[in-house]
């Protein structure tokens, strides 16, 4: 186990590695200045210049990129070119924000999901999988930012339910980008539950614990859902990825102070190569961590992968 | 057993329809809004605070925010006077090299201690010239005299901005320069001086919490010198990046004062008839066409073919709803400058059939870039079928600002539709820095016009200290530029907003740097 765990880390730090290049190469090819960014439209071209200078944006790629390493090397995420704000400061100021946007997505697309998809399998062509179904299918088909919309129009300007849709002051603020957020996952999960609940429900341990006369429920719970888990657990840790991405969408509608915000208007839409850069690295780290975390708990959930660690 | 699903399909196509039913902004069951229990107004920006510091100021968010918590020895009135802020008075000589300033003596900083001095003043201007800064806005001060040596490291100081005494400055430049006052009127160049590397001004509001991505609050400045016009406590703006979402926060009362984009001023409009206080103001703007000069390959009778071809007024009307008004040349109607004379070009799509009539059928056809927006998508397509009527054929090419940003500064590009906004209301804004060869490409003069005889009259502008004269040779330069086509003189924007009902004495201001929020109040 501390040999695979060594291994995992290795291979992380050259993955690392590769992000850091693909994501500064990529940002040197893309069109776009930060300077013009960061000077505005009224500027001289000596201020221009020598703000270029100061930057290190006058050298060529690899002194640009090795610069950036050594900096790395030193834990030193750098500051924004636009907010000369340290970068390392805004993301333990924001990143709190997403993760609590995500897990609260997550949670909600968990429960929401796993539920509908069992009970749709288990009553299956019943009322309540006819409705699931329809959700599924909603669900899957409506963008972020139809339902954000959708949500705070119906919740908040019509209906006045929700009475601010920006900001974090109480977590009633949470709810509408949970949902938002969440729906589409909760969708994919019941989706994943429910085939996976039907072919569970057809194998022969099913049948055995049913005529040895064990109830119903502990069926349903103990041999059916139990063991439907570990593929489950594989699709909302996989999803985990989307929450992140789709956060982009729905903290722009919403006014949420997270790190999708922070990447998509204030790294990429200013061309802030430092922002963009460690911005994509740690969400890089992030993403290595989950699939880390889901292999583990695979692992935990899993006897026969246990069992085929020890033999090799 | 089909029944239940279309039933659920009926349900949520119908919550659909209820809720757009009014174009997304409804307020069927709406009550007004109430006014706030403490005097706090609520703002509405769509990005973050770049800069808290105003030497770093170079975006109009920032710009807006900072000139109520940082003041300049000038500033401009309503009607875009040059008027004293932090000075008493100030005067300038006649031959326009020299600007004397004496201050107002009651001025204390927000940190409660600090009195205004002139050596306050002249650390202030030296830190945003002083490379060690990276200011954006280091060159408001490259005409003192002086500069040059205190850049290079040869001189502490600058050696033409001096203090006589404790209560005057004075500013010396190499030559005459007419609208040098009007740099002083930038938020870069407001008085501050650091502690703790914050910045601390003398403005009727401070920064009380900065941001944290969602909101930042402004609070009242008790040692304001003129506090008794301060009638808001607390200003919080909340960073809200979707104008659908500001406009709904607006009508929920979460925001009290909003900006409205063009796009979104009618629909706003037609949904809320007589709700709230609508404020209009003309901006000093400009959006255009740019032909890459540098580039030869638009013809003068092409360029001028253009400028007949567009039906500018129809667009207006019928795309913008009059949010727009038409531009003759590169001053909007605003500018003291603007000349009701100027012959333009009117539309006429028989000349420009008649001008095309010589040049060759390939080059007639070129690529047209923009910004991609929700904004420009029909406006480009109005413009590429008024263009082919006349027989030119453009390609429309869209591209994100940042990228079509760089690539014209680089020149790659050969034809955009572009727009300028001026950080002060004077001649010089809308000459120099779009049609001097000095600043080609990032400098501002994108269609890399360069005039050896229009520089030299464009210089000779900035050397004309008398006023009158200046504001014919302004014309005059203006004349010339726009019978030479490097551009397609399209329209000046005009800014939207709309406040509550309490809000009072909101007024959008002319220029950025002058919202200091004085006067405003909320009526109970």
């Known amino acids: 186990m501390l040999n695979y765990i060594f291994e995992r880390i290795i291979y992380s730090l050259i993955t ?16 776009g200045d930060p300077v013009l960014a960061i000077v505005g439209e009224n500027a001289s071209p000596e201020v221009i210049k020598n703000i270029r200078e ?32 340290e970068i390392w400061d805004v993301i333990k100021q924001r990143f709190p924000n997403t993760l609590l946007l995500a897990l609260s997505s997550m949670l909600f697309a968990s429960v929401f999901g796993i539920a509908t998809g069992f009970f749709s399998a288990l009553y299956k062509d019943s009322y309540i999988d006819k409705i699931s179904r329809y959700f599924i299918l909603i669900g899957i088909s409506t963008p972020v930012f139809v339902l954000g919309v959708l949500l705070y129009t119906l919740f908040s300007v019509k209906f006045r339910i929700i009475k601010s849709i920006t900001g974090f ?32 429900k057809k194998q022969e341990f099913v049948k055995l614990a049913k005529s040895k006369g064990l109830s119903r429920m502990y069926v349903n719970f103990w041999h059916i859902f139990v063991n439907s888990l570990a593929p489950i657990i594989t699709v909302i840790g996989l999803d985990f990825g989307s929450y992140l991405n789709g956060s982009v969408i729905t903290e722009t509608i919403f006014g949420w102070p997270g790190i999708g915000l922070y990447i ?10 430092p922002v963009i850069q460690t911005m994509v690295l740690f969400c890089a780290v992030i993403f290595i961590l989950i699939n880390f975390v889901i292999d583990l708990l695979y692992f935990a959930l899993d006897p026969r992968l246990r069992e085929k660690l020890k033999s090799s | 057993m089909r029944k239940p699903g279309i039933y659920i399909l009926v349900v949520f ?12 902004s409804c307020s069927s069951v709406s009550e007004a809004p109430q006014a706030p229990a403490a005097d706090i107004v609520k703002l509405a920006i769509p990005s973050d605070l770049t800069a808290s510091d105003p030497a770093m100021s170079s975006d109009v968010t920032s710009g807006q925010v900072l000139s109520k918590v940082f003041e300049k020895l000038v500033t401009l009135d309503d009607s875009l006077k040059i008027i004293p802020e932090l000075a008493e008075t100030f005067e300038v000589s006649a031959d326009c090299t020299e600007f004397k300033f004496r201050l107002k003596s009651n001025v204390k900083f927000s940190d409660g201690v600090t009195v205004l001095n002139s050596k306050i003043v002249k650390d202030s201007f030296e830190r945003v010239a002083n490379p060690k800064t990276i200011s954006p806005r280091a060159n408001l001060f490259d005409k003192v005299v002086g500069y040059d040596e205190f850049i290079a490291g040869k001189a502490n100081t600058i050696s033409g901005i001096t203090q006589p005494n404790d209560y005057e400055i004075s500013i010396k430049i190499k030559q005459p320069f007419a609208p040098f006052l009007y740099n002083l009127t930038m938020v870069s160049a407001s008085i501050a001086f650091l502690v703790n590397n914050q910045p601390i001004g003398s403005g009727p509001f401070v920064i009380a919490s900065k941001s944290d991505g969602a909101k930042f609050i402004l609070k009242k400045n008790p040692h304001y010198h003129n506090v008794q016009n301060v009638f808001i406590d607390e200003v919080i703006y909340k960073i809200v990046h979707d104008q659908m979402t500001q406009i709904s926060e607006f009508e929920l009362g979460n925001i009290d004062i909003l900006n409205l984009n063009t796009v979104n001023v009618n629909k706003f409009l037609t949904n809320n008839p007589d709700k709230f206080n609508i404020h209009k103001q003309p901006k000093l703007n400009i959006y255009y066409i740019a032909f890459n000069m540098g580039k ?75 910004k991609s927006s929700t904004e420009t998508e029909d406006l480009m397509q109005m413009i590429k079928e008024d263009l082919a009527k ?7 090419k869209k591209m994100e600002w940042a990228a079509l940003k760089s690539e014209i500064a680089k020149g790659n590009l050969s034809c955009y539709y572009v727009n300028w906004s001026a950080d002060f209301p004077d001649a010089h804004n809308f000459l120099i820095p779009l049609f001097h060869t000095k600043n080609v490409g990032a400098g501002g003069n994108r269609a890399f016009f360069s005039d050896a005889q229009m520089d030299q009259l464009m210089d000779k502008l900035e050397a004309t200290s008398d006023m009158t004269e200046y504001k014919k040779l302004a014309q005059k330069i203006q004349q010339e530029i726009v019978n030479k ?29 002058t919202e200091n929020f004085l006067g405003l109040k909320i009526k109970r």
Request: aromatic share 14%; proline share 5%; net charge neutral.
């Open chain 1, 16 to 31: 690392l590695l590769i992000v850091t290049f693909i994501t500064s190469a990529l940002i040197f090819l893309i069109p």
């Open chain 1, 54 to 85: 100061k930057l290190l944006l006058d050298q060529p790629f690899i002194v640009q990129y090795i610069s950036y390493l050594k900096r790395l090397a030193q834990f030193d995420f750098g500051k924004s070119y636009v907010t000369n704000l």
């Open chain 1, 169 to 200: 002051e109480s977590y009633v603020n949470l709810i509408l980008p949970t949902i938002a957020l969440g729906t589409q996952s909760a969708a994919y999960i019941a989706r994943i539950t429910r085939s996976t609940v039907l072919d569970i």
């Open chain 1, 264 to 273: 998509f208007k204030d790294g990429i839409g200013n061309r802030d190569f």
């Open chain 2, 13 to 24: 196509v119908l919550l659909i329809l209820l809720s757009f039913n009014n174009g997304c």
């Open chain 2, 296 to 370: 030869n390959i638009f013809s003068d009778n092409l360029r001028k073919a253009m400028n007949h071809a567009i039906n500018k007024n129809e667009i207006i009307n019928t795309l913008m709803k009059n949010t727009m008004v038409p531009a003759r040349g590169p001053f909007p109607p605003a500018l003291n400058a603007f000349d009701d004379s100027i012959a333009d070009y009117k539309y006429d799509p028989a000349k420009a059939k008649e001008l095309l009539a010589k040049e060759k059928p390939e080059s007639l056809k070129f690529d047209l870039y923009y």
């Open chain 2, 390 to 396: 006349v027989g030119i054929i453009v390609t429309l």
């Open chain 2, 485 to 513: 086509a490097p551009w397609v003189f399209l329209w000046h924007e005009i800014e939207f907003a709309a406040s509550h009902k309490y809000i009072e004495g909101y007024n959008i201001p002319k220029i950025y740097s």
